[in-house]
Every structure is written in C-alpha cells, then in structure tokens.
C-alpha cells in the first residue's frame, strides 16, 4: 500500500503557484519523497524528489517539513498544461527496490 | 532525462488472441525494468519486476502464466498478454531507472492502452 496520503483534488488558477500537499507520516529514515505527474493517457512524468533539505529545479519546488512527515510540491506558476495527476511517493534511493508504489494522487486542474 | 519508449502506444485485438508490448530503454541500459497497469480512474499497480537473463518476479495476484515477461537484453523487455479477454484491457505502463544517475529517477513509457474486443 502507499504509504501517503494527497487530497483527492485541487483546482488553481493560471498563472498563480499551485501548492500540492501531502502526508507521509510512517516514511523511513532511507526513504525519499518522489512527486510524479501524469497527464491523461500518458506515462508518469518525474518531476523532482528529496530527502530531507528543500529542492528546485526548472520545474518545481519541494518543501519538506523538519519532522520529514509532510511535503508541499510547489509549481510556481501554474499553466493550463500542469493539469494532471500529481503523485507523492516515498522511497529508498534506486538500489534493489526500484519499483515505485502509486497512491491514488491528487488530481489537480488548473483554469483560465 | 533519460528516455524509455513503449510500443505500439495502442492496439485493440480479439478475445482469446495475444498481444505483446515492447519497452525499450533507448539511451542507457536497464537491467532492471517494472511493468504497472492501470484501470480508468484509478492508480498504476505494479504488476512485475522484470529482471535481464533471470525470471520475473510478479506482484500477488498476477498470473505468470498470463503476463509473460521476457527481458532478453539491457534496452528491451516485452510484455506478452497470452489469451486476451476482455477484463485485461487496460493500460499498461513500464518503467526503468537509469544507473548513470545513480537510479535515483524511474522514467516511464508513453504507455500502451490495450482493448481486448
């Protein structure tokens, strides 16, 4: 089972930053917060990931709490094209455990 | 980022037939390759983990001898669904991490959305 939790879905307004929180309260020490997205009918698009220090790139933001129980994905400035499924996972580092198990996510849609 | 590619992106093909599907790492070697389906509506599940020149290791519930995996080289695994029925069509997803970045991104197929008619 997942072991996140993500609000079912969220709606933002173009141009503003949209902010997709989540909850993984039991993640393990090795374990690192992934965020995928997955537009209709296509594969998941990785987006960033982290384990404990906020992250950027061209993409996005990740804040992490101290207690590493929560994160927030920030998208600055959110477009049409942002609409999709946004996926919080956690999970060690490559290794032998590759695979990445998927929560239900939140399904953000973002209007003119 | 590193890419992986799935063909064909769909195909719609008659109840008792087979159908296989091809995921190819195309600019770096997986030994290692994972297999999700997806159902309208809701999440992927993982359903195998294919493994280059050793067996698959498949998810409880799926059936081996259904979904066969073949993981013949470092860039290519297939998924061949044997005796298509109607309640196996789905969309169904692979995956692969690129060791060049330390496996710390899994990048996903465009997906093959397969019907079973």
Same mark, same amino acid.
């Given at each position: 089972?997942?072991?996140?939790?993500?609000?079912?879905?969220?709606?933002?307004?173009?141009?503003?930053?949209?902010?997709?929180?989540?909850?993984?309260?039991?993640?393990?020490?090795?374990?690192?917060?992934?965020?995928?997205?997955?537009?209709?009918?296509?594969?998941?698009?990785?987006?960033?990931?982290?384990?404990?220090?906020?992250?950027?790139?061209?993409?996005?933001?990740?804040?992490?709490?101290?207690?590493?129980?929560?994160?927030?994905?920030?998208?600055?400035?959110?477009?049409?094209?942002?609409?999709?499924?946004?996926?919080?996972?956690?999970?060690?580092?490559?290794?032998?455990?590759?695979?990445?198990?998927?929560?239900?996510?939140?399904?953000?849609?973002?209007?003119? | 980022?590193?890419?992986?590619?799935?063909?064909?992106?769909?195909?719609?093909?008659?109840?008792?037939?087979?159908?296989?599907?091809?995921?190819?790492?195309?600019?770096?070697?997986?030994?290692?390759?994972?297999?999700?389906?997806?159902?309208?509506?809701?999440?992927?599940?993982?359903?195998?983990?294919?493994?280059?020149?050793?067996?698959?290791?498949?998810?409880?519930?799926? &059936?081996?001898?259904? +979904?066969? *995996?073949?993981? !013949?080289?470092?860039?290519? =695994?297939?998924? @061949?669904?044997?005796?298509?029925?109607? &309640?196996?069509?789905? +969309?169904? *997803?692979?995956? !692969?991490?690129?060791?060049? =970045?330390?496996? @710390?991104?899994?990048?996903?197929?465009?997906?093959?959305?397969?019907?079973?008619?």
């Amino acid at each position: 089972d997942a072991k996140t939790t993500q609000p079912t879905s969220m709606d933002c307004a173009e141009g503003r930053a949209a902010n997709l929180p989540c909850n993984h309260s039991t993640i393990s020490g090795n374990e690192y917060v992934y965020w995928y997205r997955q537009i209709h009918s296509q594969g998941p698009q990785y987006i960033i990931h982290g384990l404990k220090n906020n992250e950027t790139n061209e993409m996005a933001s990740l804040i992490i709490t101290e207690d590493r129980k929560s994160s927030t994905l920030i998208l600055p400035h959110a477009t049409l094209r942002d609409t999709a499924v946004y996926y919080c996972i956690v999970s060690p580092l490559g290794g032998s455990q590759g695979n990445l198990i998927f929560g239900k996510g939140t399904k953000l849609s973002v209007k003119p | 980022g590193a890419v992986v590619s799935q063909h064909p992106s769909w195909v719609i093909c008659k109840s008792g037939t087979s159908v296989k599907i091809e995921c190819r790492s195309l600019d770096f070697q997986a030994t290692t390759m994972f297999w999700y389906r997806q159902f309208p509506k809701q999440s992927l599940m993982l359903m195998a983990t294919s493994n280059e020149g050793s067996k698959a290791t498949y998810e409880q519930g799926v &059936e081996k001898d259904k +979904f066969l *995996i073949n993981h !013949a080289s470092l860039t290519l =695994s297939t998924l @061949t669904v044997t005796s298509a029925h109607p &309640e196996d069509s789905s +969309f169904y *997803i692979c995956s !692969a991490r690129d060791p060049r =970045s330390g496996n @710390t991104e899994a990048f996903f197929g465009q997906g093959t959305r397969l019907t079973v008619v």
